[in-house]
DNA sequence: AGTCTCACG
DNA sequence: ACGTACGTGAGACTC
């Protein structure tokens, strides 16, 4: 995607003009946007295909434009366009709607609303504009409007995203909404989706709500949007950020569209299957579990199950959660079955039962598009303070693996007669990324060896030889890899493995004996965030703690074991990046169909036709190693497993 | 709306 | 002395 040189010759305009005043320059913008004032009865309703035409014509005319799609519906893929807003200076908007309704309840609304423009020949006007390649198309959180126009046969290019460009200026623990960037960048709380739409049960989709006000919100925010992108643009070129936003973000936005459109296929007869399983398991343990308890319970409700356990049957070792309540979580229940108290380890089954038909066999079929078949997750892109993706509605990114029940849902997510899924996975790709950011000779060369990187740990920390090596000590030194990359300390590892704290504080004290580096990487971090408020990945992108010295010393030791955290989940999230940014025209290149449908932090799914599944496997682990280059060469080779099959539990 | 619990990397 | 392993999202229950 070309960079459009009429915004940044714009930009260094903006930059030089301030140079010379007292202010930062990114305080002079502020300021001057600051005096523009918002004014809704400035925005023009766009009622005729003559008034469209002169605006369509005059963001034709200059390099940037801001767009904003409204529609009947948070899920892009199911929404109705009714109407699109655009922006071409500060204080100057328009709304176009196109599909509102008059007011009333449900069917019984009175129909189309007169004083629209024909929608079609709207789109048409407008799909020229946003495939105009010399126009800026600026939009905040834009995925969703590309999504949507998508579905129009209409595509967007090229753009750029006021969500993401805070999310590099700013990645901490702010947020990136538009409304909260509008108050803390420009001092203006625009008007809430609440204000025009209501909240609750009386809220309304917004082909409901009448033109006038439609027109005072979609317009302000396409303004407010322009007006954060010349903020946030100039902050950005301010830090010297922009490498960041343009490799790692920006050419993200196209490829996650892509990968939400696709979806994924699951198999809804699986589903069921695995649904009534379940629940005739988890009926028949419920019967049990009242008869031990003596009498029938909400097994569901911690606050009964704990009276159960530590009032009623008086049983010892009872822990109490943060707001005194008893806890019952699965540690609570684990200590109990290990005293061989029998309705804990009941209630440890129903639970997972009730967990697996709640969250997935029942919940994953009402995602099924009725249009597409598929289930159409969306990705998050700003929603972590690291970098990584989050997936939701619904979250594919949690689907179960650790038990054989769990791991059963995996069977539901299939390839379509005649294609494969594939499954790939970096090994190991955080511990890799902490021995090349801590340069760990021993880790290292552990790696470059092809070696099992904790029986290689527990090897030097204990002195026993790797091979015929017991599992209960490669099992502990798994928990202290983990632990090290988590910002380790001896009550989090006595936790984890079940020890005294003196013994967890001798293994660590062992550990930074043998990798010194280890712990000179951790207090360099550490300093670093308390004296820079933030840490970086290995390609620069900056995570800020703000509250790093805090004088509360929990949440200061908080922040310090996630500022250690952070780079090397960061680092690691890049790299997913970077694989996934070239996966598109690599595969392209290769002539190959497949398409990519899923991410989970250190893995992707692809679906491709069957007889290419071998090619596109050599392919795929190639782009995926080769990720950090050229920008970076790590110091320790990547590693990619792949596997080709019917149905995601057989090809992760 | 907040809490608890639990699914994943 | 302080309460923690790091990062998420979702469903059920409670108030």
Sequence with gaps: MPEPEKPKALMAEMHKSHRNTEATPEQDLATSLRAIP????????????????????????????????????????????????????????????????????????GGMLEGQINRDAALAKIKLLCEASHVLKIGQNIKYDMLGLSQRGISIHPIDDTMLLSYVVESGDVGHGMDELSERHLGHKPISFKDVAGSGKGQITFDRVP????????????????????????????????????????????VLMQMEREGVEVDRGVLAKLSSEFATKQAAIEIEIHKLAGQPFNIGSPKQLGDILFGKMNLPGGRKTATGAWSTDADALDDLAAQGIELAKRVLDWRQLAKLRSTYTEALPTFINPKTGRVHTSYAMASTSTGRLSSTDPNLQNIPVRTDDGRRIRTAFVAPQGSKLI???????????????????????????????????????????????????????????????????????????????????????????????????MEQTKAHARAQGYVETIFGRRMHFPRINSPNPSEKAFLERASINAPIQGSAADIIRRAMIRMMPALNEQGLKARMLLQVHDELIFECPAEESKATAELVKKVMIAAPEPALKLSVPLQVDARAANNWDEAH
């Design 423 to 521: 499954s790939a996975d970096y090994s190991q790709i955080e511990l890799r990324v902490l021995a090349h950011v801590a340069d760990i000779p021993q880790l290292k060369k552990a790696f470059a060896d092809g070696l099992d990187i904790h029986a290689m740990t527990a090897s030097e920390m204990f002195g026993v030889p790797i091979e015929g090596m017991d599992s209960s000590v490669r099992r502990r030194a798994k928990a202290i890899n983990f632990g090290i990359i988590y910002g380790i300390s001896a009550f989090g590892l006595s936790n984890q493995l079940s020890i005294s704290r003196e013994e967890a504080g001798d293994y660590i004290r062992t550990y930074f004996k043998r990798f010194p580096g280890i712990k000179d990487y």
């Design 211 to 254: 033109i006038d006000r439609a027109t005072a919100y979609a317009a302000e925010d396409a303004d407010i949007t322009l007006r954060l992108w010349m903020v946030l643009k100039d902050k950005l070129i301010h830090i010297k950020k922009t490498t960041v936003y343009e490799t790692l973000e920006r050419p993200l936005i196209p």
């Design 38 to 109: 918002v004014v809704h009865s400035d925005y023009e309703t766009v009622t005729t295909m003559d008034q469209l035409d002169r605006w369509i014509a005059a963001a034709l005319n200059q390099a940037y434009v801001c767009i904003d799609t409204e529609t009947d519906s948070l899920d892009a893929m199911q929404a109705n366009i009714i109407g699109v807003s655009l922006a071409t200076a500060p204080g100057k908007a328009c709304y176009i709607p196109l599909g509102h309704q008059a007011a009333g309840e449900g069917l019984f609304g």
